[in-house]
């Protein structure tokens, strides 16, 4: 069974840095690419970035290009998001999901996901 589970999250300042990481288990990491997406309150969940099956290739949302970057190590089963220059609108439970098939950017291109991490930046 497919399991991912995100960590790292927590409460920082605006201008911080966190690092996320995506544990994945019970699938053959890396054959798939994996995404980052996030969902504030109220609001729909949103892609934050994708990254392809050997890591060579990277998509980012517009607002967090320059300042997020994802990053996998295969023989770890891990994903990463490294994010930097945080603002209050990055706050959310950010979550990480394997994709399926389809355009990167759509929550339905995605067939697994983990239980989400929360990220919290204060002004």
């Known amino acids: 069974q497919v399991q991912l589970v995100e960590s790292g999250g927590g409460l920082v300042q605006a201008g911080d840095s966190v690092r996320l990481s995506c544990a994945a288990s019970?699938?053959?990491?890396?054959?798939?690419?994996m995404g980052w997406f996030r969902q504030a309150p109220g609001k729909e969940r949103e892609f934050v970035a994708a990254?392809?099956?050997?890591?060579?290739?990277?998509l980012y949302e517009d607002s967090v290009k320059g300042r997020f970057t994802i990053s996998r190590e295969n023989a770890k089963n891990t994903m990463y998001l490294q994010m930097n220059s945080l603002k209050p609108e990055d706050t959310a439970v950010y979550y990480c999901?394997?994709?399926?098939?389809?355009?990167?950017?759509?929550?339905?291109?995605?067939?697994?996901w983990g239980q989400g991490t929360q990220v919290t930046v204060s002004s």
């Open positions: 999901a394997r994709h399926r098939s389809g355009t990167p950017f759509l929550r339905n291109s995605y067939d697994y």
């Open positions: 990254i392809s099956s050997l890591g060579s290739s990277t």
């Open positions: 019970g699938v053959t990491f890396s054959n798939y690419r």
